[in-house]
């Protein structure tokens, strides 16, 4: 009786080890995920930031948006998921503004800053806060 309890602490202790491990996989194959999907969106951020001298702002975005929309969140945590999920919404949320200015090329900062002092700056400001506020819940997720 006293060998079959031994076994059975000994199944135990396996058991929560294996668990650990898991978890420890688990844990790096979320941070994996995560740094290649800021990799790629800094990238992406880059190419966006350009784009737009030679084609329209809201094109840019759009082209930036559907980057994100096909990035592989496999082994991403859902609520870093759903935060990037967020943050594509708000840049194509932007694209109601954006789509009044087809002619205006630039460096998409540059371009934003003539916005955002212009006309529809009413408009423009809460739709911008709105990319930066969700891009901060995704660096919240990031620690």
């Not at 702002?57 to 980057?67: E, K």
């Not at 594509?88 to 540059?110: F, K």
């Not at 003539?114 to 806060?129: E, H, M, V, Y």
Request: overall charge neutral; some cysteine.
């Amino acid at each position: 009786m006293k060998f079959k309890n031994y076994i059975n602490v000994l199944v135990l202790i396996f058991v929560l080890i294996g668990c650990k491990q898991k978890e420890k996989n688990h844990a790096v194959a979320n941070k994996d995920c995560i740094e290649k999907i800021i990799k790629t969106d800094d990238s992406l951020g880059t190419i966006r930031n350009y784009e737009c001298e030679k084609i329209s702002l809201s094109q840019t975005i759009s082209n930036y948006a559907n980057s994100l929309n096909n990035l592989d969140f496999t082994g991403c945590p859902e609520q870093f998921k759903t935060a990037f999920k967020n943050h594509e919404q708000a840049w194509r949320n932007m694209m109601v503004l954006t789509n009044n200015y087809p002619e205006l090329r630039g460096e998409m900062h540059d371009l934003f800053d003539t916005i955002k002092t212009g006309k529809d700056s009413a408009a423009f400001n809460p739709l911008l806060k709105n990319i930066w506020d969700t891009w901060a819940i995704i660096e919240k997720e990031i620690k």
